[in-house]
């Protein structure tokens, strides 16, 4: 991915990874726009980087996403760059009954919200001379972890949908990146001076380092270990898989 004059749309973007990114991407003269539920921390972010828009959105509310897109895209007709990020992560119990609410809202926001996000996004995206979808996941869509299960399953839902659409966009302008994080000193589970997790500098340091290259898989060195799991070479059968199903179609 170039790294620079691009517009870019990332959504949960006044905080963690989201403004790590967004800052990242602003500093190498790129049009930033972000998105997130809370004003108080849009703000924050654009006052801190001027040149940088905001929005709020709420992924739970689908004609949230399509207010939002529709104004964005009349906005800023050269946007070209998407960037899902926003997510919550809440502790479960998969051995026991699990909170309707809290399955409900990390489903909603994590897999229903970014697919539609993107869906609103993608046929203007189509139209760019080069455009990229960027989905933020987690290596626990790889190797969940067990008291977060149903934040893993969306983040391994995410992964599925991703190699999907990478299929079915190879022969356009736009791409589709993968982004999977490990354990980053984040808001999210209060892990900000958690000593095991990746500092975020570091992480957003090595993450646009990969991000401008292009490659499809965005990984830091501390992910590779997780990811290794089931293997990198899924896409090319990905790929294998779909090609032999059309071709007995037709």
Do not use: C
Not at 159 to 175: C, E, I
Request: hydrophobic share 40%.
């Amino acid at each position: 991915m170039i790294l620079t004059g691009n517009t870019i749309f990332i959504t949960g973007g006044g905080s963690g990874i989201g403004r790590g990114l967004a800052e990242a991407l602003h500093k190498r003269g790129n049009q930033i726009i972000i998105s997130g539920r809370r004003q108080s921390h849009l703000d924050a972010t654009t006052k801190a980087n001027p040149g940088m828009a905001s929005v709020e959105l709420d992924l739970q509310d689908p004609e949230s996403i399509a207010s939002v897109a529709k104004k964005l895209i009349a906005r800023y007709p050269k946007l070209n760059v998407l960037i899902n990020n926003a997510g919550i992560m809440q502790i479960d119990d998969a051995a026991s009954v699990i909170d309707d609410a809290l399955l409900v809202a990390t489903v909603n926001t994590n897999l229903l919200g970014t697919i539609r996000v993107t869906s609103a996004f993608i046929e203007h995206l189509k139209k760019q001379p080069s455009a990229t979808i960027i989905y933020n996941t987690s290596v626990l869509g790889y190797v969940p972890l067990a008291i977060t299960a149903v934040y893993s399953a969306t983040k391994a839902a995410l992964h599925s949908y991703v190699l999907s659409q990478r299929y079915k966009l190879k022969n356009t302008a736009a791409s589709v990146v993968e982004i999977a994080p490990p354990w980053v000193q984040t808001d999210l589970m209060g892990s900000n001076n958690e000593p095991r997790a990746m500092p975020l500098a570091e992480f957003i340091e090595e993450t646009i380092g990969v991000l401008g290259t292009d490659a499809q898989e965005v990984l830091v060195e501390r992910a590779k270990p997780l990811r290794n799991n089931p293997g990198r070479n899924e896409g090319a059968l990905v790929t294998q898989f779909n090609d032999s199903m059309l071709q007995q179609q037709s």
